[in-house]
Nanobody, 124 residues
Framework: QVQLVESGGGLVQAGGSLRLSCAAS????????MGWFRQAPGKEREFVAG????????IYADSVKGRFFISRDNAKNTVTLQMNSLKAEDTAVYYC?????????????????RGQGTQVTVSL
């Protein structure tokens, strides 16, 4: 099993920045891809960003491309989501996810573990 714990959420004004972190523990050697998803009230969960084990490949949702940046530190078993130029529509609960597969995916079903989430609220 792998446990994921997110941190760094909060309230920020539109145009501001937040940095989310996810700490992984347990059998982390079994996971390769890491990602972030989000879910706003009344909406379906959506993919935000993903990163390969090496960190050389990153994928983003079109809605966050150019504003968000995902990175990872395998030595510390952490993955980070730097969010800049935040908009009100970025308001959601953000979840960290880890997958055993080697190939990156935008589908939540392709990730085997998920954290409890951290709330991000962007005010106008």
């Amino acid at each position: 099993q792998v446990q994921l714990v997110e941190s760094g959420g909060g309230l920020v004004q539109a145009g501001g920045s937040l940095r989310l972190s996810c700490a992984a523990s347990g059998r982390t050697s079994s996971t390769h891809t890491m990602g972030w998803f989000r879910q706003a009230p009344g909406k379906e969960r959506e993919f935000v960003a993903g990163i390969s084990w090496s960190g050389n490949t990153r994928i983003y949702a079109d809605s966050v491309k150019g504003r968000f940046f995902i990175s990872r530190d395998n030595a510390k078993n952490t993955v980070t989501l730097q969010m800049n130029s935040l908009k009100a529509e970025d308001t959601a609960v953000y979840y960290c996810a880890a997958g055993r597969a080697y190939s990156l995916s935008r589908e939540a079903a392709d990730y085997d573990y998920r954290g409890q989430g951290t709330q991000v609220t962007v005010s106008l």
